[in-house]
C-alpha cells in the first residue's frame, strides 16, 4: 500500500496498516531479537535470543483487532476494554501497551525509544523479565489466557454494571472449543441493555490450534452463522488474507457493530424497549501467522498449524533462516515506523487514544482504582439472640441471607450474588425481598423473581458463574459465589488461575487491590444425605489449600452469628479468596454475637463453657471445625460428662482454619507457643473435621503435639440416608468421638470397656432405627447442649 | 384414553401409553410409599415415608423416552442404551427396570410382584436403600447425573467404535447450561459414521431447574433450531402435554430420527459418502411434572419449577395433600397396570423388549461383560539401553510414545488415546505412524494426521475428553488420556465422579470390572518454564488422593524406562483410575529395563549405585520422586559426593507414591517395618518431590521418621524463565538440596558453613547467568551422573 491520494479514508486505512505494521513488528521482535530492536544493522546470530519462546501465532490477528478498536474507541470517544482469549499472544497485549505510551508510564525503564525497545524485546519470556502470555504484568489486562475457557465470561462480567464500557473479547478458535467459552455464548441471556454495557465478541478464526485444525474454522460458513444466530448474536463475517482488503471490512464491521450497540442501548433506554436484542458480534478469519513466513524449509507456515508458536527455529545457526528472518522482519518496514530515536513516529502515536482511552491504561482493567468500599450494614444487627449457648435454633445461611438483603440494598449497583440455582435452596432467599433474579429470556407469570435487572445471577454453570464474578471483581467490583460444596470442584482449575493471577498482582504496586472472591459454599457434605455419594465432596479446601498462603483464606464458621461475622469480615476483605463453608439446616446457634465475633476474630479458642478442664490441664483436646462436626464434638462432650465425669476435657473449635498453620507459613498462623497452649503438647486430641482428614495434619504436621492428634472427617463413604447415618458412616459421630477419647486417653484404661462397648452398641441401635424408620431418632433429632 | 377400535396404531399407542403410566405410578410411588403400593386400601398417613426425598420433575419426561425407545427397539432390533442426562431422576430408570424385570434378576429380593414392588418403593431413598439418583446401583446405567454436565460426552464415548449401536441421550435442559454439555454437542465432528455407532440426543425442555427457568427454554423456537443446526445437527421437535397427541409425535420422530441414522450409516458404509452428516437429534418439550399435582395449595406446579423434587410435602401430616396425592396415584389407574399379584399385566410385559435388547440389561451399561483385555507388546522392546546408571538420554513419553504406536496398531477397534491438541507435542507422535487424529470437519491438505478415522481423539476441551473417555470405558474398553499437567484441574469434578462411580461399582458384583481410566500427565511443572506461571500446578494428585486408596494409583516414573513399565501395567489393570505423570523433555535414563522394571514393581527403593551408605548406616536419607527431583536429587549426590566424601548418604527413589502410605490405608502401602528400612527412624530425610509438599507429609505422617522429614516441592513459585531457574525458585535445585542436607545433617556442624556458602553462591551466580545469557549454565545442561 503506498500514498497516492488524499483520500481521507485511504490515508486512515494506510495508518491503521502502519500501525499493525508496527504491532507486528514490535511482536516478532519479542520472540526473536536480543539486540538491533531496529534493524539499524544487518541482523547476526548474536542478534538472536538463545531459546526462540512465544506465540506468534495468534499475535497478528490480536494487532489487527487492536488497531481497528482504537480506530472506533477514537471516532466515537468510546470507553472499551480489550479482552484477549488467545492471551499466549503475549507479544501483541504488550507491542500495543508501548505503541500507546502507557508501557513505559507503568515501566519506566521500557522507555518509548530504541534502548526501551532493546529492553521490551529482551526482556519477553526471558529470565528476571516478563512471562510469555499476557499477565498481570500486562498493562490493560484483566484476562490471562494460559489456561484457556473464560475470556467471553470474564468480557461480560466485566460489562455487567458498566453500562458505558464497551468490552472487546477477541475468542481464539481453540478456545472455543472449551466447555466454559461454548456455553459463555449464552451469557446474551442475562445483560440488561439498561444498566449494563456491552460485550463486542470477536470470534477469530485463524484455522488451527497447536496440531489440529479448530472445529469452528471447519465448518460450512451457514452453519458456523446459524449457530451464533441460535447463540442470540447477529453475526457479521470478515475474512481474507488481504490487508489492504481486510482493513476496509474490520473499519466496516465495527462501525457496524457499534452503531447496532448503540441503537440497542438507546432503545432499552430511551425508548423503554424489553426485547431481547441480538447483539452483534464478528466473526473474524485469517490466516494463522498472518504476515509471517508462508514458507520455512520448502513446508507451508503462514496459515497452518506451523505459525503457532516460533515460525522460525534455529536462526542462531541457519544462516537460511536468520536470512528469512530477518527479511520477515523488514517487510514491515520499521524505518518507517519509528522515528530516529526510536519512538513510533508522529503519525502513528496520534492515532492511538489518548489518556484513560487507551485499552492498555483503562482503569476498568486495573479495577482496584475503581473500587468504591461496600456499604455495609452492623452484622450484629442481624443475629440470632443467644441466652443459653446452643438453645437457639437457626439456619445459618438463612440469617446471612438477612444481612445480605441489607448489603444488596445498600449497594445497588456494585455488588452480585452469583449462583448456579441455588441462592433460594442455599436459603438466602431474603435477598430476593430487595432484588431478582437477572434474565433477559423469556418471562412467564409462573417465574419467581425473575426480572431484566437484579442483582442476583443465576445460571446451571459454575464455570459462568465463577467467570463471570471474575470478570466483575477484576473491574473494580464486589460478589459473592454461593455453590453446593461437593460442585465447586467444577471450578477448581478457575480459582487455581484466579489466585494465581492475585498472587503475581501481589508484587505490582501499580495493580491496586480488588475484592476478594467471596465463595459461600453450603449444600456441604454432611448434610447431602439426600442428594447421596455424588454430592458429597469437601475436597475443594485441599486445592485451595496449595496456593499462596497470601492469597487464601478458609472459613468454616459453627453457627449463624459467627458465619454473619466471618461474612461480613470477607466482604471488607482484599485481594483474597475467601471460603466460607456453613450448613443452611436447622442447628444450634453456640455463640451470642458479641462472643461470636470475638470468637472469628481469634479465628481459633477454646470454649470453656463446653469444657469441664477448669481451664487448665486436660486430659484430652475434643477439638471441631465446621457446623456438623462442631454438633457432634459437643454431644460428645455432653455424652463424656455424663459416663466419665472425672474427665476433663477441652473443647477448642477453629473458624480460621489457617490458624492451625505456623505463623512461618501462613500470615494468621500460631505461634507454637499459642498452638501448644490450646492443644497441649501431650494429651491427646481428638479433631473432629468438616473435610477429609488429611488436610488437618497437613496443617500441624511440624507441631509439638501433632503425634497425639487424631482426625475424623470425611472419608468418602456416604450414600442417601439420614444426616445421622452420615455421620457414623464416616466414624465422626458423638458415640464414635467417645469411642476414640477411651481408646486414646491412657488413664482411663479398660475399666471403661464397657462404656466402649455401649458407644459401639449406640451406632448399631441407631443406624438399625434408621433403617426401619427411614430417619434419625428422636433423641438424636432432639437432642441440644444440656444446661 | 379408552380402547373402542382394533386400530392397531392407535392399540399400540394405548399400551404405549399404560406402560408411561405404571413407570410413571412406580416413580411416584417410591417417592412417596412405604407400604399399600397398589393402593388396595385407601391411602392411609402410615403408607407414606416419613422423609420425602426425590426428584418427580424430570421423572415422567424420562419414562416417556423410555417407552418411546422401547417401541422402536422392537420394532428395528435395535441394539440401544439410554442415557439419562437428569439422573437426578432416579425413580423412573429403576421403575423402567423393574417394569422389563431386569431389575429383579440383578436384585432378586425386588421381585416382579407386590411384595417385591413394596421393598421397591421402601428402598428409595431410604437409610440401607439406594440412592436418590441413577446411581452403579441402577442396571441400565452408566451415567449417574448426580454432578450434571456429561451425559452427552459419555454417550459419544460410548457410541466410539460400536457401529451397530444407538445411544440415546436425554440432556436435560438445566444440565444443558453447563459449559461440558455445551461443547459436547460438537461431537458431531468427531464422529466416524461407519465405525462409530449413532447417538440420539433428546434435549428435554421442560422449562425448569431448581427454581429457576432454562436458558433453552426460553429463547424463541427460531432461534433454538438455528443453535441446533449450527451444532450440526437436524433437530425433530415435539412439544406439547397432550398425552395422545404427544405419543404418536414422539414415535412419528423416532421412527424419522433412526430412519435417518439408518440412512446416514448406509450412505457412510455401503455408499461410501464422506460427507458429515446432519445427524438427528429430538427437541422435546413438555411440563415438568407432566401428570403431577395440576396446583398445591392454590399454587401451580405441573409445569413450574414447583414440581422439581417433590410436588406435595407434608403428606403425613396434611390429609388434603394425601387425598391430593392418592389422586394422583390413581390418576394412572395402578388396577389395569398390574395383576392380581402384582406383576405388570401381560400385555405391558410383552411390551417390553427382550433379554439384552432390555436398555436395563444391555451389556453395553455393564461394560466389564464385554471387556476384552488389550493385546499388548512387550514393554521391554522399546527399552532404552542403559549400560551406565543416567549415561543414556531419552525423552520419556518419546519412548513411551513407540509403545503406545504397538499397542494401537494391535488393537485397532477398542483402545483410544484422548487429549486436548496436545498428543505430538506431549511427543506421543509414534502413534501417527499407525493412526490418525480423528475428524469428521472439513480436512485440508495442510492438515496433519487428520482424517474421518483413527485412535487419536484431539479436542481442546479436556471435558470432553475425559467424557468421551469414561464413557468408552465404562462400555468396556481401553484408553489414555494424556494432558498438560496444570490444565487436568479442568475435570477434577469429573474424576472426583468417576472416582465414586467406581468405588460403589466395587460393592456390586454383577457389575464387572472395566479398564482403568490411565491419565498421562506431562509437559509438567517443572518445564513449563517456557508457558510460565499459569501452566505450572501438580496439584492434581492432591485431588486424587482424596478418594478411595483401592481405586486411586498415583505413578511418577523417574526416567523413561521406567514409564514404560508403569504404561504397561496401568494399561493392564482393572477398576482404577492410574495417574501417571512424566516428562517429555530429554533427560538421563537411570535404570536398564530389568531394573526399571523391577525397581517398578516394587514401587519405592534405594538406589544402591547411587548411594554411599554402603547399604546401611547412612548419616542422611535424599528421597526423590518425579523426573526433575530425582535428576536434581542425584546431582545433589553428585555434589555430597565431592564436598562430603565422608557423608554416607541413601538414596530412595519413589515410583508408586501408595507406597509412602501406611498398609492400613492403601493396598499398596509399606509396613512401618519396610519404611523405616527404607528411611530410618532417626536420620534426616530431605525429600525432593515433583508435587506439593504438603503431599508428602499427608502420606506419612504416621511414620516413625517423620519428624525428620524435609519435603521439598513446588510451593508455587515460578514464571517464564529458565528449567533450572524453575527448582531454584523452589528451592528444589540440587544446590539448595545440598544446603539442606547441611543444615539437617547435625554431625556436620558448623565446619561445613564454608560449603554451605559456597553452594547459596552458586545459586546466585547461576540465576545471574540465566538473566544475562537467557539460558541456563552449560554445567547445569551438560551435567551428567559420574561414572
Known sequence: MTSTTADPVRTEIELIDAYWRAANYLSAGQIYLLDNPLLREPLRPEHIKPRLLGHWGTSPGL????????????????????????????????ANAWLEGSYSE??????????????????????????SHVAPETPGSIHEGGELGYSLAHAYGAAFDNPDLVVACIVGDGEAETGPLATAWHSTKFVDPVHDGAVLPILHLNGYKIANPAVLARIPEDELVRLFEGYGYAPIIVSGDDPAVMHREMAEALDRALDEIARIQRAARQEGSARRPRWPMIILRTPKGWTGPAQVDGLPVEGTWRAHQVPLAGVRDNPGHLAQLEEWLRSYRPDELFDGEGRPVAALRRLAPAGERRMSANPHANGGLLLRPLDLPDPRAYAVPVKEHGRATAEATRVLGDYLREVVAANPSNFRIMGPDETASNRLGAVFEVTDRVFAGELLPTDDHLARAGRVMEVLSEHLCQGWLEGYLLTGRHGLFNSYEAFIHIVDAMFN??????????????????????????????RQDHNGFTHQDPGFLDVVMNKKPEIVRVYLPPDANTLLSVGDHCLRSRDYVN??????????????????????????????WASTDGGADPDVVLACAGDVPTLETLAAVDLLRQLLPELRVRVVNVVDLMRLQPVEEHPHGLSDTEFDALFTTDKPIIFAFHGYPYLIHRLTYRRAGHHNLHVRGYKEE?????????????????FHLVMDVIDRVPTLGGRVAHIRQRMADERLRLRAYTREHGQDAPEIQNWTWPH
Open 718 to 734: 456416604g450414600t442417601t440416608t439420614t444426616p445421622f447415618d452420615m455421620v457414623m458412616l464416616n466414624d465422626l459421630d458423638r
Open 497 to 526: 488461575q484466579h489466585a494465581k493471577w492475585l498472587k503475581v498482582t501481589r508484587g505490582l504496586p501499580w495493580r491496586r487491590p480488588i475484592a476478594s472472591l467471596n465463595y459461600l459454599l453450603s449444600s456441604h457434605v454432611w
Open 63 to 94: 494487532n489487527f483487532c487492536y488497531v481497528h478498536l482504537n480506530r472506533v474507541i477514537k471516532a466515537r470517544d468510546l470507553d472499551m476494554i480489550y479482552i484477549m482469549g488467545p492471551g499466549h499472544g503475549g507479544p501483541a497485549a504488550v
Open 579 to 608: 471460603v466460607i463453608v456453613a450448613g443452611k439446616q436447622p442447628a444450634p446457634v453456640w455463640l451470642p454475637m458479641d462472643a461470636a465475633v470475638a470468637h472469628c476474630t481469634r479465628g481459633i479458642g477454646i470454649w470453656e
Open 106 to 131: 507503568v515501566y519506566p525503564r521500557i522507555s518509548q525509544d530504541e534502548a526501551g525497545m532493546q529492553r521490551l524485546f529482551r526482556q519477553f519470556s526471558f529470565p528476571g523479565g516478563i512471562p
